[in-house]
């Protein structure tokens, strides 16, 4: 072999190393960003939890005793716990790749029929209370059938019935709130998830909050450990195979909405025992909160994926945020910057890991 063929074999070889090298380089990358992917994929919490742990350290720094008081703790607990239990209501919703913009109007619709029938018309309360719950039950199913029946997008839906359930509050309340001393005297049982639960250091809990996290239990359970979670979840994630597969997305969506809409009803039951009254003008941007807790945990909007704990972590990081930068002296106006940069980033996030499934 001639010295120009050794040359130009040697030559070849090396430019062959050299491709395999960048080759390698650029597959570990690869792979080390989709193993990312995985991980966030299969556990959605992480993102959220991390962010909470964060948000915590940050404002403990910033605010010190007066963010980390076992009393302030509590305190964010009680500001969240309405927003929390909304967003169980939205996440079962959310989960079927649907969205419920209503879960507003059915809790303080719900939270107007106890309030009014006990106190303004005297029902016993034995009817009373049992009627609003019927009352989230009904709006809720309502939604079901426009969705799962007449085939109509979740998106339009709600939004009329945001608008006729609204309707409804101002109609049935006649505008006027009902007074915490008139419950008190007539319904005190209204108020029951108002009392305050006394946990050492300064910290207390109230029973609406204990109310929140028994619910979020119960749906947790549903979601994890029954055939109609599973089917939530199937749905959601790819309606056509689940139908496919043998199971009837029309029921399943019905369900949810009906669920949804008892939520509400135990949401409105808190709020009159949060204020102490049943007030039409209660929780009007609650529903937006209730989202904006749902996907900061980490469900996605297309359905099929996300948690309850994940949707109680949105709610605590919303509250967490918005009590430190309130203690450290910023405008309301940064609070709602703040919460709106966590809704963008959380969506970036999930069109991100969306593409491991694509």
């Known amino acids: 072999m001639s010295d120009d063929a050794s040359g130009s074999s040697l030559a070849e070889k090396g430019l062959q190393g050299q491709d395999q090298t960048v080759a390698s380089f650029e597959e570990q990358g690869r792979n080390g960003i989709r193993r990312v992917q995985h991980f966030l994929h299969e556990y959605p919490t992480a993102i959220p939890f991390l962010v909470l742990v964060f948000g915590v350290l940050v404002f403990a720094g910033v605010a010190g005793h007066r963010f980390y008081a076992p009393f302030n703790l509590s305190l964010v607990l009680q500001q969240v716990t309405i927003i929390a239990t909304l967003g169980i209501a939205e996440t079962l919703v959310i989960l079927t790749a649907g969205i419920d913009l209503s879960v507003g109007a059915i809790m303080i619709l719900s939270s107007i029929v106890m309030g009014r029938f006990a106190v303004v018309y005297g029902v016993p309360i034995a009817i009373a209370f049992p009627l609003g719950l019927l009352t989230g039950i009904v709006c809720g199913l309502i939604n079901g059938l426009l969705v ?164 109680i972590l949105g709610a605590l990081i919303v509250g967490v945020f918005r009590n430190g930068l309130a203690l450290a002296g910023l405008d309301s106006l940064w609070q709602e910057f703040t919460v709106g940069i966590l809704i963008i980033v959380a969506v970036t996030i999930d069109q991100w890991i969306r593409k491991i499934s694509a």
Not at 277 to 303: K, M
């Open 148 to 311: 799962a029946v007449v085939k109509l997008p979740s998106f339009i839906v709600t939004l009329g019935t945001w608008s006729v359930y609204g309707a409804l509050v101002i109609y049935v309340s006649d505008s006027e709130t009902v007074r915490s001393q008139d419950i008190q005297n007539i319904a005190p049982m209204l108020q029951w998830t108002g009392n305050i639960i006394k946990i050492g250091g300064g910290a207390v809990i109230t029973l609406g909050a204990v109310l929140m996290i028994a619910v979020a239990l119960a749906i947790w359970y549903l979601l994890n450990w029954t055939a109609f979670g599973r089917h939530i979840y199937a749905a959601g994630d790819d309606p056509e195979s689940a139908r496919l597969a043998g199971i009837n997305t029309r029921n399943t969506l019905i369900g949810v909405y009906t669920l949804a809409g008892f939520i509400c009803a135990l949401a409105g039951w808190i709020i009159i025992g949060r204020i102490g009254a049943a007030s039409p003008l209660a929780g009007q941007d609650a529903n937006l909160d209730a989202i904006t807790a749902v996907v900061i945990g980490g469900t996605s909007l297309f359905g099929g994926r996300g948690s309850i704990l994940g949707t």
